[in-house]
DNA sequence: CTGAAAGCGCTAACAG
DNA sequence: CTGTTAGCGCTTTCAG
C-alpha cells in the first residue's frame, strides 16, 4: 500500500506538505503542489481512511437508519436512502446503513467509536426510543419524519398534516361533502407513526372547517384487505363520493374494485392520493395526488447534517458536545419552508406539499344513490 | 472519549491485555478479565474504529453497491440491502452504502482506503464495467448477479433460467400451448440485465422442449404501458391461454386489463409471476409464483463473504492478494445448491427456484376463441 | 498468563 | 511557503 511517507520522498517534500495538499489547510506554492499531485497521480496513492479518521477524528461517515420493518413506503425509503447517499457523496461523506433493528445501541455504537460523525433517522415515531440517545449532547441528527416533540433536534419532512387539507380542499371544492380516507395499515397507526397521524389531522381539520364528513379506514395493503374496508365504507356511509389514498397497495386495488362494483373515476367517484409521483402517474388511472418527494427528502435531510458538521468549531480536541443543549443544532431561521400555519419549531423543516391534479378527480356527481353496491 | 489505555489503569493491567480481552486473541486469566470487562462496562468504554483500523488494516466494513436507478425491482433491493446489513452485523460487520452511480471508481476508492474490506454489488451487468476492478487481485467480492463471465468471481444468485423453465412447464402441464412473456422494460434488456436474459433463455429452451409456442414482449411499467403490449400480444397470438409476467409493475394493471376484456383467471386465462413473495400473495388475484428470495440472497452474499475473509491468511502485512488468480475465493465445492443442469462455474451459488401454485393458473380453456377482445 | 514498546498512516500544532 | 515532530487509539510482536 502506498503511504503519503512514499509520495514525499517521492515528491521531494515533507509529509505535512503532501497532506496539506490533500486538505487545502494552507497554502501551497504551484509548483509544490503540482509534484505532489503528480506522484499521488503515479504512485496512485489513496489515504487510508482509518489513519484519517484518528488522526483527525473525523470519519467522514454518516450513519443512516433505515427501517427493517417493510410494511409501508418501501420505494420511498429506498429512493432516500440513494438521494443520501449521493447527496453526502457529492460533500465527501460517504454513508452507513443501519437497519433499525439495532435500535438506539446502533447509535451509541457508531458513533461512540467514531465510525459515524453524525446520523440520519428514517422512519421516526412519534415517541422514538431512538431520540434520548439524540439529545442528551448526542451526535449531529436529522430526522426524516417528525416525533411528538422535536425540540432540540433537527427534522425534515414533508408537511404531511398541510397535505391531507390540501386533499380535503380539493375535494370539497369539486363539492364532494362525504369524503372516505383509505389509510396505511393498522400497525402503522399503531405505532404512531408521525406522518400517518399528521395526515389524518390535516384531513379531519380541513373537513370540519369545510363542513364535509369524513370517515377513516387503516387498511393493510392487497386487494382481499381493500375490498373489505370498500364494502364498509359504502354500508356505513353509502353517500361517499371521494376517496383519500394513502397507502400504497391499496391504490390499484382500490381502483380495481371501484370499477367492478361499476363507480367509474372520476365521474362517479373521484380518488386523490398521497404518494410518490410514478405510482400516481402510471396508476391504471393517472390518479391526482400530493407528491411525496423522496429525494428532496434524503438531499435535505444530508445538507443539513452537512451544514452543522461544517458549523462544528475547531473540534479535534477531545470532550466535544459542549453548547449543544436547548437548540436545535445548526437551525437557520427563515428557511422553514414553509407549510401550513406557523412554524412548528425551530429546526423543523417541513416541505409545502403540492397537488398535482390528473385523471381521477372530478366534481361530485349531482345526484346520489344511482351505483349498485 | 474513554481510550483504551484509560481502561488499563482503570482495571489495573496493562494496555495490551484489555486488547486481548477484546479480541479474545490470547488466554487471558478469569480474574483478569473479570476486572477488565468490569472497567470497561463502568467507563462505557468503546474501541475507536478508526484506530482499529489503522492498526489491523481491517476495517470490519463491507461496501454493499446498489443500483441507482429505480426502474426495476424497488423492493427486491431494499429487502436485499437490508437482508445484507443484517447478516453483516451478525458477523461483526458494519454496511458501507454506495450508489450506482460512481461506478468502479468508488470500489477503488473505498477498497484502496481501506474504507471497507470487501464488496457486494448488485444489479450486475452482463457485462458489467466494475468486474475488472473485482478481477485483477481485487477486494473480495461477491456478486447478487451473474454476469456473462463470472470466472474468477464469486456469485450469488437466483437460477432465474430455472425459474422461466418451471413457468413454461406448470402451464405446459395444464395443457397450455402458447404462452406470452410480459417482460422488464425493454432498458433493461438492452443493458442486459443477466437475469432478465436468463429467464427469457429458461422460458425459451423448454419451450421449445415442450413444443409450445412462446411470445415475449418487454414492457414497461405501469396501466397504458401493459395495455398497448397485451393488445398487440392477442392481436398476433390470439391463442394466447398464459402469461408469464416478471415486471412488479406489471402484475396489476396486467389483471386489470384481463379482467375488464372479460377474461377470467385462471379460467380464461393463467398468470404465472417471477416475483417477491408478498407481491405475488398480495395481487388481486393471488399468483401463482416463483419467489424472487430476496432475503436469502442478502444473507448468502455476505456469507460468502465472511468465509473468504476469515479464510486470509494472518494478514495484517502489506501487499496483501498473492494466492487470487484463477479460482474464485471461498468456493466451497458441493454447495453449489443445484440448480438446472450442472454446476455452472466453480464459485457461482444458484439458489434453486421454487413455484407456488396459488390462484391464477389453472388448466387451458379446451376451446378458444369465445373471448371478446 | 501478562507487560513493554514499536508502529499502523495521517493530521496539526510548532518552528522556521 | 515548507519542514519537524508529536501524537490519534489500537494491535501485535517481542520479552518475560
Do not use: W
Request: charged share 20%; proline share 8%; hydrophobic share 45%.
Amino acid at each position: 500500500m502506498v503511504t503519503l511517507v512514499e509520495v514525499a520522498r517521492h515528491a521531494g517534500v515533507s509529509a505535512s506538505t503532501v497532506s496539506y495538499v490533500l486538505s487545502g489547510k494552507r497554502p501551497i506554492s504551484d509548483l509544490t503542489r503540482r509534484r505532489v499531485r503528480d506522484s499521488i497521480e503515479q504512485l496512485g496513492y489513496q489515504p487510508h481512511a482509518g489513519a484519517r479518521a484518528l488522526a483527525s477524528s473525523r470519519s467522514r461517515i454518516i450513519a443512516l437508519m433505515v427501517p427493517l420493518r417493510t410494511d409501508m413506503y418501501v420505494p420511498v425509503m429506498l429512493e432516500i436512502a440513494v438521494a443520501v447517499a449521493t447527496a453526502a457523496r457529492a460533500h465527501g461523506y460517504d454513508v452507513l446503513l443501519l437497519t433499525g433493528e439495532e435500535g438506539p445501541a446502533a447509535l451509541r455504537r457508531v458513533t461512540g467509536s467514531g465510525l459515524a460523525e453524525a446520523v440520519i433517522l428514517m422512519d421516526v415515531q412519534l415517541d422514538d426510543e431512538r431520540l434520548p440517545v439524540l439529545r442528551a449532547a448526542g451526535p449531529p441528527a436529522v430526522l426524516v419524519g417528525l416525533p411528538g416533540d422535536p425540540s432540540g433536534l433537527s427534522c425534515v419532512d414533508l408537511d404531511f398534516a398541510a397535505a391531507g387539507a390540501l386533499c380535503v380542499e380539493h375535494l370539497a371544492g369539486l363539492g364532494h361533502r362525504e369524503i372516505a380516507v383509505i389509510g396505511e395499515a393498522p400497525g402503522v397507526y399503531a405505532r404512531h407513526t408521525g406522518f400517518a397521524e399528521r395526515t389524518l389531522r390535516g384531513l379531519r381539520d380541513r373537513a370540519a372547517e369545510l363542513g364535509a364528513g369524513l370517515l377513516h379506514r387503516p387498511c393493510e395493503g392487497g386487494h382481499d384487505a381493500v375490498a373489505g374496508v370498500l364494502a364498509r365504507v359504502f354500508d356505513e356511509r353509502p353517500g361517499v363520493s371521494a376517496f383519500v389514498v394513502q397507502n400504497e397497495t391499496a391504490v390499484e386495488p382500490l381502483l380495481a374494485l371501484l370499477r367492478r362494483t361499476g363507480r367509474a373515476v372520476p365521474e362517479d367517484v373521484s380518488v386523490v392520493a398521497v404518494c410518490p409521483e410514478p405510482v400516481a402517474a402510471q396508476a391504471s388511472v393517472p390518479l391526482t395526488s400530493v407528491a411525496i418527494p423522496a429525494q428532496e427528502l434524503g438531499r435535505r435531510a444530508v445538507e443539513r447534517l452537512i451544514t452543522e458538521l461544517s458549523a462544528r468549531p475547531g473540534d479535534g480536541g477531545p470532550e466535544v458536545g459542549g453548547p449543544r443543549a436547548g437548540g436545535p443544532r445548526g437551525g437557520r431561521p427563515g428557511d422553514d419552508g414553509a407549510g401550513a400555519g406557523a412554524s412548528p419549531a425551530p429546526g423543523v423543516e417541513l416541505l409545502t406539499p403540492v397537488l398535482t391534479v390528473r385523471d381521477s378527480s372530478g366534481p361530485a356527481p349531482a345526484s346520489r344513490g344511482g351505483v349498485r353496491n
